[in-house]
């Protein structure tokens, strides 16, 4: 076992992650610091999705997939035998790219996922503050028993979140929360980043190189290299760095826009 | 927010675990289900190769040995002949040589005819496979007990003399030629009916109607429907308008036939090719919706008109999934029963027929008249003909699947 | 026509369409579109001959003196020998066998669905599927021998031959529930993999077990597709005749007890007409107007599914 590292929310080391025979992500060793917000960005293919699902061990779904290396959390590798995917899963929430509610109603795409997890608190009590915490509740408080497809997608993607801050993680995973949203829905959803880090640790994937240097205090940076086209970290950093004085001149190119 | 309010450290190992058991024993319980379709499946094979071999207790009239000097295995026609003479009144041999003269006749014919008109072969009783494999010694013991005299012998009641005899009221005799060539008769008729029908159809449902037109979703739910409609109100429609309406042109008076009437192959076909036209219709909608858009559009892009367009370019990269599908309706047509009872195939007939207006039996037919009869020998041969019924829908489904491999395209 | 030429360089007359671009009349396209149009009304034509002819000869039947409307809906007894036409005697056997069909094709079709589409692997489905065709392509009449001559014996044995005859319905019904099952089985899984993957991944996501996914999320989700399986599966079973013809008997009975024989509508018509049965008599008629019963009811069961499929269709959005 390892001994623990408080400052860290979650530590990679020597990570591969493969599909089938392609390794998809090679090399990666990563300190996540807690209760910031981490931006993972890089070019298209280059496996920022494949890298952040690996962190809740959602790529088990996809059969070919395997991982070489260590995730760490509380200095516990999450890919060793005797670890449950589903309790990590419960630690480590996610946000999807395309909103993705349950067809159920507001109130039950809350309560299902604390229900499940086993909650014994006032579950009203739950959907409230877990609305609240999403900046949802006053838009949605006079219909919490419509259905969650009643909704625009930018407060579809908000229902998400608060579904995932209902089960308390500790980590919250985003794989391009805002690419379906408008502008303003964009922004409620970066404001709403700023106040959950109080509480969360936060790792987004993102395009939009705007948004990773408004909202990130960390930034990993990706790019595909080698003979195999595997994608790993070339750079991280804080994210003033990344976006002011890049080490790495490939990373200057991505981030001023110069890039292929 | 309270974390507490979630099961902790202690309590979260016990109620993860609990979670767990659920999901395990649903699992297990989901796989089951499958196992047990398996299981009946399997069941239902080897009930029918249980019954299609095995020990018969046979019981002779004239032992065989007496019959003539030499063993009537090693006789030749003429001397079969000769036997046959012999042994039968005149009336009999004469009624025999009037349906076909018995120099015609091949020497399995004439030794069939010496097994049951001389020595009259007779089923006591019939054991199924795993009992004779199994359990040998007690047969053996309950024929000497019960049937003192009679001959045990190990059967196979499919040989390829079944395939090859027409039907007879005996059991030890009867084969399926009649009842194949009658499939054979119905089934082309249907086809030929149903699959220049149904793909017009589906090329006018497709190609043609515009989607959003009342009549074409008329059209479209009608087919839906008639699709579920039970086969055996095909067989009453078939019956009223085929059978009896048109019985000049279903019985072949029209045409000169005489001595039929409407219960003819041609109305069982016709029936069962307005039974799989919808079937028919749905795989071949399937299989034009594959062919993706650029296609037609590459089509009309240089001038094409529409039929121009569908003749070339749709149908063709349509074809092999048409023909999957008709096929999959071929196989329906095959083993369809109910509608077959209700237009009258006969049950018993045992000319081959002889073209579209003829009186005939098919397959499914036989393998339902021999099961509902009490003796045990009909059970073995009606597991002999659904032998030869799933064999022959297996070639049928496996060419499906064959053609759908070889010439499936990925757009 | 135009030349070679004038197509090349085509004239550019005022006020009208140049000739080349003129709309052709393209006799022989209109003849074909009217070909196929009449091919796939032939469709419409179908339905309407088995309501003209269900129908008619169903008037003729009630038009007899011997029957009543109100007897034949209401009454229990069907022996057309003294008279009687009640159709409950026999829809009482078709609910009754019906009834266990569902019974074993419900539970085990759809768990077989789920387990196909929620957990088993791309190679286990692969081997599994084509078990579940191979059981749906098998001709009924083999189902018919299946259940006289191995289900029935079985339960003969499991239940006592003093309480359980030769002909039963429970055998039939059996039987008839895994002939069903396929049918069950393939349309529910096709409904549960047309759930968007992003649902079960928001389900995993929040830490749900596979089993708390499929039975709270998917299946929830993939409803409406079940229920219409479920109501094609039902319709199949209510017109299944082999089966029934073969194992559950030839008397007609006013009976809900599915150790007793009794026959079905479809069981009755095959048995009837099967049979050397003259034209224009009652008897015959009285078949018409029982397939009469058994076609609006299933093409009644058949519009319901499909509506519960439009109406209900998920949007996932
Ligand atoms: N399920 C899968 N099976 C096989 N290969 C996959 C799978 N998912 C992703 N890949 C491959 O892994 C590589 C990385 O993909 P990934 O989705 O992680 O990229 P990404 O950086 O998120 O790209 P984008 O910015 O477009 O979302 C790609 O080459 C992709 O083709
Ligand atoms: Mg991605």
């Not at chain 2, 019985?251 to 039974?275: E, K, P």
């Not at chain 3, 022996?79 to 009834?99: D, E, K, R």
Request: charged share 15%.
């Amino acid at each position: 076992m390892q001994t623990e590292t408080p400052q860290y929310a979650i530590e990679t080391r020597n990570l591969s992650i493969f599909y089938g025979p392609f390794e998809a992500v090679k090399d990666v060793d990563l300190k996540i610091e807690k209760g910031k917000i981490t931006a993972i960005i890089g070019p298209s293919g280059c496996g920022k999705s494949t890298l952040l699902r690996a962190f809740n061990r959602m790529n088990d779904f996809v059969p070919t997939s395997h991982v070489n290396g260590e995730i760490l959390m509380h200095g516990i590798n999450l890919y060793s035998k005797e670890i449950d995917p589903v309790e990590v899963r419960r630690r480590i929430g996610m946000v999807f790219q395309k909103p993705n509610p349950f067809p159920k109603s507001i109130y039950e795409n809350i309560a299902w996922g604390a229900r499940i997890n086993g909650f014994k608190g006032n579950m009203d009590e739950l959907v409230e503050q877990s609305l609240r915490g999403a900046a949802l509740w006053d838009e949605v408080k006079d219909k919490l028993k419509e259905s969650a497809y009643a909704l625009s997608g930018g407060q579809q993607q908000r229902l998400c979140i608060a579904r995932t801050i209902a089960i308390q993680p500790e980590i919250i995973l985003m794989d391009e929360p805002a690419s379906a949203l408008d502008p303003i829905s964009t922004l409620r959803i970066e404001e709403l980043m700023q106040e959950l880090k109080q509480n969360y640790t936060i790792i987004i994937v993102t395009h939009n190189m705007q948004q990773a240097a408004r909202v990130s205090d960390f930034t990993a940076m990706m790019m595909l290299f080698g003979e195999t086209r595997s994608g790993t970290v070339i750079e991280y950093d804080k994210t003033d760095i990344i976006f002011t004085r890049p080490g790495d001149k490939r990373t200057e190119d991505y981030v001023t826009g110069r890039f292929g | 927010m309270a974390k507490d309010l979630y099961p902790n450290k202690d309590d979260l190992q016990k109620f993860v675990d609990a979670r767990y058991r659920t999901a395990w024993v649903w699992q297990t319980v989901f796989l089951s289900a499958l196992l047990i379709a398996i299981l009946a499946l399997s069941a239902l094979i080897l009930n029918v190769v249980d019954g299609a071999f095995g020990y018969v207790v046979y019981e002779f009239k004239k032992d065989p040995a007496l019959v003539s000097e030499k063993p009537i295995d090693d006789l030749n026609q003429t001397e079969l002949i000769a036997l046959l003479k012999d042994n039968l009144s005149r009336g009999a041999y004469n009624k025999l040589n009037n349906e076909k003269v018995m120099e015609t006749r091949s020497e399995g014919e004439l030794y069939g005819l010496v097994i049951e008109r001389i020595i009259q072969v007779k089923t006591l009783k019939t054991y199924p496979l795993f009992e004779s494999l199994f359990n040998r010694a007690a047969i053996e013991a309950e024929v000497a007990e019960k049937f003192p005299g009679a001959r045990l012998e190990f059967r196979s009641w499919l040989t390829p003399d079944f395939l090859t005899t027409p039907m007879s009221s005996r059991a030890e005799f009867a084969g399926v030629r009649t009842a194949l060539f009658g499939t054979l008769w119905m089934v082309s008729i249907a086809i030929s009916f149903a699959l220049p029908v149904g793909i017009g159809a589906a090329i006018y449902l497709q190609e043609y109607a515009s989607k959003k037109s009342l009549m074409n979703k008329i059209i479209q739910t009608n087919i839906n429907n008639l699709a579920g409609v039970p086969s055996i109100v095909y067989g009453m429609l078939g019956l009223a308008i085929f059978v009896r309406a048109f019985e000049a042109l279903t019985s072949g008076a029209l045409f000169g036939v005489t001595d039929s009437n409407g219960r003819t192959i041609l109305s069982a076909g016709l029936t069962m090719g307005i039974l799989v036209l919808p079937l028919v219709i749905i795989n071949a909608q399937e299989a034009i919706k594959a062919v993706p858009d650029s296609i037609r559009q590459a089509a009309y892009g240089v001038g094409a008109t529409r039929w121009q367009t569908v003749w070339s370019h749709v149908l063709p990269n349509a074809l092999p999934g048409i023909l999957t599908g008709s096929i999959l309706a071929m196989s329906r047509a095959v083993g369809e029963t109910a509608p077959l009872i209700i237009v009258g195939a006969s049950t018993f007939i045992s000319v081959d027929p002889s073209g579209p207006f003829s009186k005939f039996t098919a397959l499914p037919i036989q393998i339902y008249q021999w099961t509902a009869r009490a003796q045990s020998e009909f059970h073995a041969i009606a597991a002999a003909a659904i032998i030869v019924l799933l064999v022959l829908l297996l070639t049928l489904n496996a060419t499906a699947i064959l053609l759908r491999n070889r010439f499936q395209r990925r757009y | 026509m135009t030349t070679e030429t004038q197509s090349l360089a085509p004239v550019p007359e005022q006020n009208s369409v140049p000739v080349s671009l003129r709309r052709k009349l393209r006799l022989g396209e209109g003849l074909l579109e009217a070909i196929l149009f009449v091919v796939g009304f032939l469709t419409i034509f179908v339905t309407v001959s088995i309501v003209v002819v269900l129908g008619d000869q169903a008037l003729l039947f009630f038009n007899d003196p011997q029957v009543g409307f109100r007897e034949f809906f209401l009454t229990t007894q069907w022996q057309p020998s003294i008279g009687q036409f009640g159709i409950w005697a026999l829809v009482s056997a078709t609910l009754t066998t019906s009834a266990i069909a569902m019974l074993v094709a419900l539970p085990l079709g759809l768990s077989s669905a789920i387990y196909l589409s929620e957990y088993a692997s791309p190679r286990a489905r692969s081997v599994l599927k084509p078990i579940l065709e191979v059981l749906a392509g098998i001709p009924t009449v083999v189902y018919g021998y299946f259940a006289l001559l191995f289900v029935t014996p079985l339960l003969r044995n499991l239940i006592g031959t003093e309480n359980l005859g030769v002909y039963n319905m429970l055998s039939a019904g059996v039987v008839m529930g895994i002939m069903i099952l396929p049918l069950i089985a393939s349309m529910s899984e096709d409904a549960l993999s047309a759930v968007p993957n992003s649902l079960r991944e928001a389900a995993y996501a929040m830490g749900a077990t596979p089993f708390e996914a499929s039975i709270q999320v998917i299946v929830p989700a993939a409803l409406s597709g079940i229920g219409a399986a479920i109501i094609v599966g039902l319709s199949r079973a209510v017109g299944e005749t082999m089966i029934v013809a073969v194992a559950s008997g030839a008397t007609s009975k006013f009976t809900f007890n599915p150790l007793e024989a009794a026959e079905t509508m479809t069981a009755h018509i095959a048995r009837i007409s099967g049979g050397d049965l003259s034209y224009n008599t009652i008897d015959y008629n009285s078949l018409f107007a029982i397939a009469l019963v058994l076609f609006v009811v299933t093409l009644a069961l058949n519009l319901f599914s499909q509506w519960i499929v439009s109406r209900f269709r998920e949007q996932y959005e």
